[in-house]
């Protein structure tokens, strides 16, 4: 691994960050509140370290592999996640173990919180916890890829390392246009979404921190009680709506630019996403319907639809404490943590496209036992999966399942019961925020022993990287040439 190289671009990350908290510290200085010193000592520390990184790396123009590609992409979260920690340590909103656990889930959009009160923290703070969640969401790696080729370090191995799904595709021939054109996107969702909560109800500082908790699938509320503190059905409604867009492909957005609204509809995966979510909001509202829990249909229909989405999406907002619903409807949750969006989404999870390969690869594996000499070949949107592809779902299932057992295991031994450890650590891994039963939609994380909390830290970021990334970074052979 080239450190140079490295170090340059954790440089700029650390540059990123550090003036993504002007916002904030300008919001505290307008309303001459008490976190102006802990955002600008934030700041000024994340300058001089980038100072620092960046006159480390050298001035010659730097190449980036494949482990460089992967070092870059696992540090950036980490040094990210210990910078952004710093206004909520300086502040003595909490200790440092909390504070790196509240920026690690608001970077890799988990949305698990540790703070009790939330409507106690400064509307800096509040707009720093958004942030981290706008920025973590379509990646702070692929926004500095706009700008990387300026620095002499193509990025596309660190591309390929950090965009969520199975395949990492270029929409745009350029790199750094690409990422461009994924960040229009983003951000035109985010203030579309922001006018309607505005008009909706909403003050123009909530409205734009819902949204981009709403865009980044990441959930994060100004709020005690989540979205339930505003009982505006048209609210409700309008982050249903932005939640599900933001759990498809941004890939298939450009199809629509185009005009190619067939491509878009026929895509199988977003197909089996709209399914998944129809299916299961229908079954869990008849569960509701049939156990006297709500009286009105709508209010039935929009509850289910609301959870279900924010679950799949893995964005977590809230209205309803769904840990006191039927059990049926908990396990088709957990079942929806395990599944997540649309690869290449903001989403996390397993990915349904992942679940597609490898049940299309299973259909084909039992054709080949009815039909020994027949030629079989798995495909997906009529296009034949590559054997690689399937290699890789399948590994990465193999790792998912290692990792959550294993760190499910860890978690009991501290005393925790097994359904808190076990939804504790799906909702970590998965990105998800909430869990169930002591970690459930209107707990918090903070009683959780700090050994733990670390450990689910790096559950967060091994699920926002899609596992592999992160895994590469504890073996020897990355960093030798």
């Avoid at 190289?5 to 904030?24: D, G, K, Q």
């Avoid at 106690?120 to 509040?126: A, E, N, T, Y």
């Avoid at 979205?227 to 059905?233: D, G, L, Q």
């Avoid at 349904?352 to 949107?381: C, D, Y």
Wanted: with cysteine; hydrophobic share 50%; aromatic share 14%.
């Amino acid at each position: 691994m080239k450190i140079k190289t490295v170090l340059r671009v954790l440089s700029l990350i650390c540059l990123v960050v550090s003036f993504a908290m002007l916002p904030p510290l300008l919001l505290e200085i307008y309303d001459w509140g008490h976190d102006i010193s802990s955002l600008s000592m934030s700041m000024m520390t994340g300058i001089i370290l980038s100072w620092i990184l960046y006159s480390s790396s050298g001035t010659e123009n730097l190449s980036m592999g494949i482990r460089e590609g992967v070092g870059v992409t696992g540090f950036s979260w980490l040094t990210a996640s210990a910078l952004g920690a710093l206004p909520y340590w300086f502040s003595g909103a909490a200790s440092y173990t909390d504070a790196f656990f509240e920026t690690m889930s608001g970077f890799t959009t988990t949305g698990a919180t540790i703070f009790t009160n939330i409507e106690g923290l400064s509307r800096g703070i509040l707009l720093w916890r958004a942030l981290t969640h706008w920025m973590g969401g379509m990646g702070i790696i692929v926004l500095s890829l706009a700008v990387l080729p300026f620095l002499g370090v193509s990025g596309m191995e660190m591309y390929k390392a950090e965009v969520p799904g199975v395949t990492a595709e270029k929409v745009t021939p350029r790199l750094h246009q690409t990422a461009i054109r994924l960040w229009s996107v983003y951000v035109f969702l985010t203030l579309f979404e922001t006018v309607l909560l505005y008009f909706g109800g909403m003050s123009f500082f909530d409205a734009f921190a819902h949204s981009c908790s709403t865009i980044a699938t990441g959930g994060f509320s100004t709020k005690n009680n989540s979205i339930a503190y505003f009982t505006s059905p048209f609210i409700q409604w309008v982050i249903i709506i932005f939640m599900f867009a933001s759990g498809v492909n941004f890939s298939l957005y450009f199809l629509l630019l185009q005009k190619n609204f067939r491509g878009f509809t026929e895509d199988e995966e977003f197909r089996s996403y709209v399914t998944i979510i129809l299916l299961s909001a229908g079954a869990i509202s008849l569960a509701l319907f049939i156990a006297g829990k709500f009286d009105r249909v709508e209010y039935i229909v929009r509850q289910s639809l609301f959870h279900v989405v924010s679950v799949i999406t893995t964005t977590g907002f809230i209205v309803e404490d769904y840990n006191l619903w039927p059990e049926i409807t908990k396990f088709i949750f957990i079942l929806l943590m395990f599944i997540g969006a649309s690869g290449g989404s903001t989403g996390g999870g397993c990915k349904v496209s992942r679940f597609l390969i490898l049940g299309h690869q299973l259909k084909a594996e039992i054709w080949k036992l009815l039909h020994p000499r027949a030629v079989i070949t798995a495909r997906m949107n009529g296009k034949p999966i590559p054997r690689g592809t399937m290699d890789s779902a399948g590994a990465f299932f193999v790792l998912y399942m290692f990792i959550f057992v294993v760190s499910t295991l860890i978690t009991t031994a501290f005393g925790i019961d097994v359904l808190t450890a076990f939804t504790g650590v799906l909702t970590c891994l998965s990105n998800v925020g909430p869990g169930l039963n002591a970690l459930g939609p209107v707990e918090n994380f903070a009683w959780l022993p700090g050994l733990v909390k670390w450990l689910f830290s790096f559950c967060m970021l091994a699920g926002r990287l899609e596992l592999f990334a992160v895994l590469l970074l504890f073996m020897p052979g990355t960093y030798k040439k």
